[in-house]
T-cell receptor
Framework: ELKVEQNPLFLSMQEEKNYTIYCNYSTTSDRLYWYRQDPGKSLESLFV?????AVKQEGRLMASLDTKARLSTLHITAAVHDLSATYFC????????????FGKGTKLSVKP | NAGVTQTPKFQVLKTGQSMTLQCAQD?????MSWYRQDPGMGLRLIHY???????DQGEVPNGYNVSRSTTEDFPLRLLSAAPSQTSVYFC???????????FGEGSRLTVL
């Protein structure tokens, strides 16, 4: 059974500091996704990682995937308040290419 | 394009009542799914569909039914609501082929 673990679950950050969120998963998968969710809102796709060593960057966020270690990281560079949200990683599960198993999410709060 | 549209956005039910959460997408996606989101639990897959006439169970299917008569619509039915079904429900769709999921705005359901 595929399990996805994120840590930390809560992260209080100072502006302009760098931080990393970790996503570990228990069995082999060919795809990993990162999503952002603002309070009371829907989920927004951030990154799609489909191969070992994949690295994607958008603004202050950079995601990477190590399929051998079953680990993805979401690195935040020089945090700003606008990045405050909950971030989910999701790993491809069986049954269909669309099925995902989600981590519990990392609630990120950026304080001045 | 409207994307993924869910109705209603909010609903309060009494235990034992039935209801249907509606989901429609206008992106011609073959894959559609329903997730529920509970505090501290991430998102869990309820049911999914890979095309019209094809549905299957996800992680937490008990108490829910689905059907897929058209590519556009994927309703979720609660036959006899229970307090344990109090949650936020998200419908999602994708092109498949490892592409990311697009989520609706969510439906917040309270069962008393």
């Amino acid at each position: 059974e595929l399990k996805v673990e994120q840590n930390p679950l809560f992260l209080s950050m100072q502006e302009e500091k760098n931080y990393t969120i970790y996503c570990n998963y228990s069995t082999t998968s060919d795809r990993l996704y990162w999503y952002r969710q603002d309070p009371g809102k829907s989920l927004e796709s951030l990154f799609v990682l489909l191969s070992n060593g994949a690295v994607k960057q958008e603004g202050r966020l950079m995601a990477s995937l190590d399929t051998k270690a079953r680990l993805s990281t979401l690195h935040i560079t020089a945090a700003v308040h606008d990045l405050s949200a909950t971030y989910f990683c999701a790993v491809g599960a069986g049954g269909s290419q669309g099925n995902l198993i989600f981590g519990k999410g990392t609630k990120l709060s950026v304080k001045p | 394009n409207a994307g993924v549209t869910q109705t209603p956005k909010f609903q309060v039910l009494k235990t034992g009542q039935s209801m249907t959460l509606q989901c429609a997408q206008d992106m011609n996606h073959e894959y559609m799914s329903w997730y529920r989101q509970d505090p501290g639990m991430g998102l869990r897959l309820i049911h999914y569909s890979v095309g019209a006439g094809i549905t299957d169970q996800g992680e937490v299917p008990n108490g829910y039914n689905v059907s897929r008569s058209t590519t556009e619509d994927f309703p979720l039915r609660l036959l006899s609501a229970a307090p344990s079904q109090t949650s936020v429900y998200f419908c999602a769709s994708s092109y498949g082929n490892l592409r990311e999921l697009f989520f609706g705005e969510g439906s917040r359901l309270t069962v008393l």
